[in-house]
């Protein structure tokens, strides 16, 4: 039994997800950089900007985890899972992750980042013909 609430434990998996979109997206940068692409600028401002976007969140939860005495560490990782290391207010977790649903999280957050966050402000507003 967790010990940890549950909105404080999705601050602890933001920890875990974003540093890995982020090395994602940097791989990715690498890669366009270094692609045939005609016009590469528009593909590299998209992912320079989304980056942004990412490091500026992963701040906030670094200020509220530091403030809210919480540190995570991974600690291993095996073809299946990997186990991380949740210190909250004097006590300690492990948990296991599936590695799968690391990259199938970290995928979901990629994909916000680079355009679900923008759905709500580029949609026109839906008409309500009563």
């Known amino acids: 039994m967790t010990r940890i609430p549950e909105d404080e434990r999705n601050i602890f998996e933001q920890a875990i997800y974003l540093p890995m979109v982020l090395t994602v997206l940097n791989r990715d940068l690498s890669i366009i950089e270094m692609s045939p692409f005609k016009l590469k600028k528009p593909y590299l401002e998209l992912i320079e900007e989304t980056m942004k976007a990412i490091q500026k969140d992963l701040a906030q939860v670094k200020r509220y985890m530091k403030k809210h005495q919480m540190k995570v560490e991974r600690l291993n990782t095996d073809d299946t899972f990997t186990m ?10 492990h948990h296991n992750y599936f590695n799968p649903r690391l990259r199938n999280k970290s995928e979901e957050l990629m994909r916000y980042y ?13 008409s309500q013909n009563g």
């Open 114 to 126: 680079l355009y679900e966050r923008f759905q709500s402000i580029l949609s026109p507003p839906s």
């Open 84 to 93: 991380y290391l949740f210190l909250y207010k004097g006590y300690e977790e």
